[in-house]
């Protein structure tokens, strides 16, 4: 039970099923994946995307690959395993999945693939049970400053995740205990994943979401009752600086001004304890014709050129809490984050 009504990643023993993020919500549309490129190429394209569900998704790539090198020296997989963690170089749950499926590798000895499945399927259902834990744990942080609205970014919901969602987990958990009235889902260009998945999840769930311009988001803290902006992650450092998708530190900054609470999502599996700071995570950086065009059509000049970074750092002293499955920290820093080990 995920207490959603959306499944973006279905494992069927030999392929793995991805709803197209791509064309969300104009249509609802499904990509097959049936080796570890396939999945690799899913990544990339952002069929599918967020963290968690990178790292979902890549494990079970590593499954793929197993199935047709059963019973091989582990050895064979390190291609498939190389292809896999270059899809994405940001996200640090696709490098943690990873790092997971191949310990199982090593540990069997030989490649196994109904092993490495039940591994892959592990990692599926403890994400889906963490999110259900973050939800409830975020839900107290807001119940303690009580009823309000808030505002979030980019998509963290079922999605993003294995079920339920980081951010969008804790929302939904506060509105079922009536803590929130409504959302204000900024619009997250240039992808739009707030316009085009964000809204659509939480109106399949019949939960009040407004739309909002990334631009409007100072007005909306000023005058429209937001008591919290909660976001996800893609990488935590051990000081509890965040990096998670581009206009994140914008709204810290701009949370902070207003005197908004700023919470960030995300399971221990986000947590990168070999970087000391954000300053060390590796940014990625898109195509420029991502931001110059919208649904194919160009909306800047042909001479403009565009900077296109996906991600910005959040440095720790901005916010206010991180929720994960193994507890909430409050005002991170490297003592407390420590506590998490």
Known sequence: MTDSSVTPISWNHHELVLLDQRILPAQESYVTCRDAGEVADAIRAMVVRGAPAIGISAAYGVVLAARKQQGEDPKVLEADFKVLAESRPTAVNLFWALDRMKRCLLELGQVDAEALEREAVAIHEEDLQANLHMGELGADL????????????????????????????????????????????????????????????????????????????????????????????????????????????????????????????????????????????????????????????????????????????????????????????????????????
């Open 142 to 341: 807001i119940e303690k400053s009580g009823r309000g609205n808030v505002l979030t970014h980019c998509n963290t919901g079922s999605l993003a995740t294995g079920g339920y969602g980081t951010a969008l987990g804790v929302i939904r958990s506060a509105y079922k205990r009536g803590l929130v009235e409504k959302v204000f889902a900024d619009e997250t260009r240039p992808w739009l994943q707030g316009a085009r998945l964000t809204a659509w999840e939480l109106c399949q769930d019949d939960i009040p979401v407004h739309l909002i311009a990334d631009s409007a988001a100072a007005h909306v803290m000023k005058t429209c009752g937001a008591t919290w902006v909660i976001v996800g992650a893609d990488r935590i450092t051990a000081n509890g600086d965040v990096a998670n998708k581009i206009g994140t530190y914008s709204l810290a900054v701009l949370a902070r001004q207003h005197g908004v609470k700023f919470m960030v999502a995300a399971p221990s599996s986000t947590i990168d304890f070999s970087l000391t700071s954000g300053d060390l995570i590796p940014i990625e950086e898109r195509d420029e014709d991502e931001l110059k065009s919208l649904q194919g059509i160009n909306i800047a000049p042909t001479g403009a050129r565009a900077f296109n970074p996906v991600f910005d750092v959040t440095p720790a002293h901005l916010i206010d809490a991180i929720v994960t499955e193994r507890g909430v920290v409050l005002s991170p820093d490297l003592d407390s984050m420590a506590a998490l080990k």
